[in-house]
């Protein structure tokens, strides 16, 4: 139950695209697409963002899309906004019934 | 609206014992599996442990195993995590969090609670 693998910050400015990388083993992100993206900002709960590699919520802006290449997923985010600066987290199902998160990734919106 | 309301945390010395319990509203408790997730401070998230909707199957990450027991009561539409040997790395804010679809696992959370801190020192 090792945890995935983000960049510890990424930057971008407004109108900007960014993309987060999100890489496992082929073991989880590699083998299931039970990949998912979660925002928290400061003191706050975290929020469902992307499930099962690329679908989105309803309620969430299309800005936000995510793909998966092998062991690695990713979540790209466009036109970037202020309110976008967060942290980012990815999970996958890693079998046995458990899952993984990542370390997570701060979003800077310069 | 889903509301999901955890409590139970505060300070424990190494080795204690505290349950934590989620009081959820706002959608058929019973149908939905429940997870426990925790952050420490100023880290990541990181799953703890499942609960089916039918309640019996219940799954734990290995860092918990042994240690920590997930319940429900389906009639007080409440979610339960008794911990014991607790260590100082089991630190963290505790959240519950709702599967997104109704009776099965697919291993995303459409809501969460605001969490409820727990520390462990002497």
């Known amino acids: 139950q090792s945890a995935l693998t983000q960049p510890r910050s990424v930057s971008g400015s407004p109108g900007q695209s960014v993309t987060i990388s999100c890489t496992g083993t082929s073991s989880d992100v590699g083998y299931y697409n039970s990949v998912s993206w979660y925002e928290q900002h400061p003191g706050k709960a975290p929020k469902l963002m992307i499930y099962?590699?690329?679908k989105r919520p309803s309620g969430v802006p299309d800005r936000f899309s995510g793909s998966k290449s092998g062991n690695t997923a990713s979540l790209t985010i466009s036109g970037l906004q202020a309110e976008d600066e967060a942290d980012y987290y990815c999970s996958s199902y890693a079998g046995s019934y458990t899952l993984v998160f990542g370390g997570g990734t701060k979003l800077t919106v310069l | 609206e889903v509301q999901l309301l955890e409590s139970g945390g505060g300070l424990v010395q190494p080795g204690g014992s505290l349950r934590l319990s989620c009081a959820a509203s706002?959608?058929?408790?019973?149908?939905?599996?429940m997870s426990w997730v925790r952050q420490a401070p100023g880290k990541g998230l990181e799953w703890v442990s499942v609960i089916y909707a039918g309640g019996p199957a219940t799954y734990y990450a290995d860092s918990v195993k042994g240690r920590f027991t997930i319940s429900r009561d389906n009639s007080k539409n409440t979610l339960y995590l008794q911990m014991s040997s607790l260590r100082v790395e089991d630190t963290a804010v505790y959240y519950c969090?709702?599967?997104?679809?109704?009776?099965?696992?697919?291993?995303?959370?459409?809501?969460w609670g605001q969490g409820t801190l727990v520390t462990v020192s002497s």
């Open positions: 099962d590699v690329t």
């Open positions: 706002g959608f058929t408790f019973r149908s939905y599996a």
């Open positions: 969090a709702k599967e997104a679809e109704q009776l099965l696992v697919r291993w995303f959370f459409d809501s």
